[in-house]
Nanobody, 124 residues
């Protein structure tokens, strides 16, 4: 299984970005998908997750109401729409996958597969 993330960039506070993550392999529907972010020198922080059930998504409190995660099973792709970006959203964003069902998996250690990450930088 390979995960390829894209869509990061340099934006100003208040702007929007849309991250995408394409998953290779034939079992995408079996995965819980998630986004984590990592600030320099710190552990990866949970951002959002999408479970296998319709509409099953979870968000961290810091992004709730601003970020929206979606998944397209036919295209084996997940997106993270990030609106009203803040300088504190600056981080490297990683998509991740684990075999499971529900979106309530917030620990990076629960995810078996990781993409290479994409950098998001928000200037003030």
């Amino acid at each position: 299984v390979q995960l390829q993330a894209s869509g990061g960039g340099l934006v100003q506070a208040g702007d929007s970005l849309r991250l995408s993550c394409v998953v290779s392999g034939h079992t995408f529907r079996s995965y819980v998908m998630a986004w984590f972010r990592q600030y320099s020198g710190l552990e990866r922080e949970f951002v959002a997750a999408s479970g296998r059930g319709d509409g099953d998504t979870s968000y961290s409190d810091s992004v709730k109401g601003r970020f929206t995660m979606s998944r397209d099973n036919a295209k084996k792709t997940v997106h993270l729409q990030m609106n009203s970006l803040k300088p504190e959203d600056t981080a490297r964003y990683y998509c991740a996958a684990r075999v499971g069902y529900g979106s309530n998996s917030y620990d990076s250690g629960e995810y078996q597969y990781w993409g290479q990450g994409t950098q998001v930088t928000v200037s003030s």
